[in-house]
């Protein structure tokens, strides 16, 4: 089970940390990432990262302003987001890739969070 936090309501320029917090099982060899939908459009990819955290990738639209990272210890997935834009309001997914390395898209995911809102204002 993936379990999201850290969504919420926050100015345009602000800043949020997204949580996913795994339970159950571990997801420390399966590539981890972030997925997004906003209202009236189809889910799509935020950012990835590999399975031992050396490898990440972002979506363009994202690029320069959040950073993924993982702590396998604690079996938790994090967003950190900067410079929030109204564009980026949308619930975002948390999902665990079936391989260790690749994960862009819908396609290759195996789990599923169950969302967290994040709102920005403008």
């Known amino acids: 089970q993936l379990v999201e936090s850290g969504g919420g309501l926050v100015q345009a320029g602000g800043s949020l940390r997204l949580s996913c917090a795994a339970s159950?099982?571990?997801?420390?060899?399966?590539?981890m990432g972030w997925f997004r939908q906003a209202p009236g459009k189809e889910r799509e990819f935020v950012s990835s990262?590999?399975?031992?955290?050396?490898?990440?990738y972002y979506a363009d639209s994202v690029k320069g302003r959040f950073a993924i990272s993982r702590d396998n210890a604690k079996n938790t997935l994090y967003l950190q987001m900067n410079s929030l834009k109204p564009d980026d309001t949308a619930i975002y997914y948390c999902?665990?890739?079936?391989?260790?390395?690749?994960?862009?898209?819908?396609?290759?995911?195996?789990?599923w969070g169950q969302g967290t809102q994040v709102t920005v204002s403008s």
């Open positions: 990262i590999s399975w031992r955290g050396e490898r990440t």
């Open positions: 999902a665990a890739a079936r391989g260790s390395y690749g994960l862009g898209s819908a396609s290759e995911v195996q789990y």
């Open positions: 159950g099982r571990t997801f420390n060899n399966n590539a």
